[in-house]
Structures are given as C-alpha cells and as structure tokens.
C-alpha cells in the first residue's frame, strides 16, 4: 500500500510503500515517555519503500533495553514523531502512523511490549466520548 505523511508544521514530508498487516501497537515504557502517551502506533516500511519528500528529520539515538540504539527521527521544529530505524543497518522503518495521511486505514495487527502496557489502555470502550472539545 502506498502512503503519504509528514509532520504538524509541514516541514517534513514522506512517502512510502508498507504492508498493512504490519501495524502495531507498542507499549514499551520508552515509547510511553517519547510518545506522551499510554503506547506508540507502528508500521514497518522497507527502506527501499521510504522516500522522504521535503524536510531533513531530526535524529535522536535512543538505547533500549536490549542495549539495542535506535535512530528516532522527528521534526526539530513541532516534534513530531516520524520513524525509528537501526542505527548501524538501516533495512527497515518503523513509521509513526500518527504522521501517515491514510492512518485511519491502518488498525492495528498486534501489540508487542505488553509487560509494560498501562492495564487502563486495553479497554476505552466504557470512557464517555464526545465529539469535539
């Protein structure tokens, strides 16, 4: 599937082809802290299949717990989060489906670091919703 993104100011655009069933869902407690959130939305793209557009993302490096460095690429100016990738080898990049135009068509397949996950982030279906703020 081909998609397109870029960051909230704009400055940073992309395109790549990805898989949609690679979509997933991480709970790692360093995805919680450098996303703000309970968990970070994933896809894989090949990096044959990337194509950055416009802008030079930012570049983060990150070691996991596996000691592991990862690369984390955002925009210097609103930081937004747009693909983490190896350090040394960079074969494959876990895009942001938060900066993908087409994320709506992209639910997730899996959860990977579920040991971390926050127990009130598996079930929002008994949060009230509203439309607007």
């Known amino acids: 599937m081909k998609i397109d993104g870029s960051c909230h100011c704009g400055k940073i655009a992309f395109e790549a082809e990805i898989d949609p069933n690679t979509a997933a869902l991480c709970h790692c407690t360093d995805c919680q802290t450098m996303t703000g959130s309970a968990y970070r939305a994933v896809i894989s793209a090949p990096a044959q299949g990337l194509r950055i557009t416009r802008g030079a993302p930012k570049i983060y490096i ?29 074969q494959v990049y876990s895009l942001r489906i938060g900066a993908i135009r087409q994320r709506a068509e992209l639910p997730p397949r899996r959860q990977i670091w579920c040991r971390s996950a926050l127990a009130w982030a598996n079930d929002l279906s008994g949060l009230e919703k509203t439309a607007r703020q």
């Open 62 to 90: 990150k070691t996991g717990e596996s000691g592991r460095q990862r690369a984390q690429a955002f925009c210097a100016d609103c930081g937004t989060p747009i693909y983490a990738t190896s350090v040394t080898d960079p």
